[in-house]
T-cell receptor
Framework: AQTVTQSQPEMSVQEAETVTLSCTYDTSESDYYLFWYKQPPSRQMILVIRQEAYKQQNATENRFSVNFQKAAKSFSLKISDSQLGDAAMYFCAYRGYGNKLVFGAGTILRVKS | DAGVIQSPRHEVTEMGQEVTLRCKPISGHNSLFWYRQTMMRGLELLIYFNNNVPIDDSGMPEDRFSAKMPNASFSTLKIQPSEPRDSAVYFC????????????FGQGTRLTVV
C-alpha cells in the first residue's frame, strides 16, 4: 500500500525567507504523480504543484519548487520569498495509476512578519 | 461550474443518531473521493469511486460507515450510529480519471457528535 509521511507537524519562517517542507512516500509502483496542496484557514484545498515520477526535472511554479529524489522516495517543497499569505496547512499527496489519491498528515506553516 | 458541492457545511448531532453527508461532484468527473480530516491523523482517505463503482473502501473505519454513489452526480457518506470520536471535517473531492489530474475539493462538512 502507498503511504505518505510528513515528519514536520509545524514549521515557521520569517517573511521574505525560504522554507522547505519535507515529504517521503512509499510505493512499489514505477510511475506515479506527487502533489503539494495548500489548505488555508478557509479549509479550501488548493493545488500548489505537481511532479511526475518519470520526469527528472524538478517542477517549479513561481515561488514554489520541489526537490524530487526518486531513489530516496523524497519530495520536498521549497517556498522562496515567503509571504504572509503562504501561512496554511500543506499536504503532500501521492497518486498512482490505480487512481488512488493518498495524503500525508500535513505540515502547518506559520509566517512571521 | 460551481465546483464540488458538499452539504451540510456544519452538522451537530447527538451520539447514536444517523448522519448523512452529501456530495455533488464536478460535472464530467468520473472519480470521487471521501476524506476525513482530524488534527491527529491528517487527511485520511475513507473510500473512492471510479465511474460510480467503489474501488477501495479499506479506509472506512468501521461498519458504522457506509458510502454510496447511485449516479455520476451524487454521493453520500453515512454514519450510523454516530459516536463522539467521529467528530471531524469530512471532505469530498472529484477528478477526471488519471494519476496526473488535479482533484478538486468541496468546502467540507464539519461534523460534531455530542
Amino acid at each position: 500500500a502507498q503511504t505518505v509521511t510528513q515528519s514536520q507537524p509545524e514549521m515557521s519562517v520569517q517573511e521574505a525567507e525560504t522554507v522547505t517542507l519535507s515529504c517521503t512516500y512509499d510505493t512499489s509502483e514505477s510511475d506515479y504523480y506527487l502533489f503539494w496542496y495548500k489548505q488555508p484557514p478557509s479549509r479550501q484545498m488548493i493545488l500548489v504543484i505537481r511532479q511526475e515520477a518519470y520526469k527528472q526535472q524538478n517542477a517549479t511554479e513561481n515561488r514554489f519548487s520541489v526537490n524530487f529524489q526518486k531513489a530516496a522516495k523524497s519530495f520536498s517543497l521549497k517556498i522562496s520569498d515567503s509571504q504572509l499569505g503562504d501561512a496554511a496547512m500543506y499536504f503532500c499527496a501521492y497518486r498512482g495509476y490505480g487512481n488512488k489519491l493518498v495524503f500525508g498528515a500535513g505540515t502547518i506553516l506559520r509566517v512571521k512578519s | 461550474d460551481a465546483g464540488v458541492i458538499q452539504s451540510p457545511r456544519h452538522e451537530v448531532t447527538e451520539m447514536g443518531q444517523e448522519v448523512t453527508l452529501r456530495c455533488k461532484p464536478i460535472s464530467g468527473h468520473n472519480s470521487l473521493f471521501w476524506y476525513r480530516q482530524t488534527m491527529m491523523r491528517g487527511l485520511e482517505l475513507l473510500i473512492y469511486f471510479n465511474n460510480n463503482v467503489p474501488i477501495d473502501d479499506s479506509g472506512m473505519p468501521e461498519d458504522r460507515f457506509s458510502a454510496k454513489m447511485p449516479n455520476a452526480s451524487f454521493s453520500t457518506l453515512k454514519i450510523q450510529p454516530s459516536e463522539p470520536r467521529d467528530s471531524a471535517v469530512y471532505f469530498c473531492a472529484s477528478s477526471l480519471w488519471g494519476a496526473d489530474t488535479e482533484a478538486f475539493f468541496g468546502q467540507g462538512t464539519r461534523l460534531t457528535v455530542v
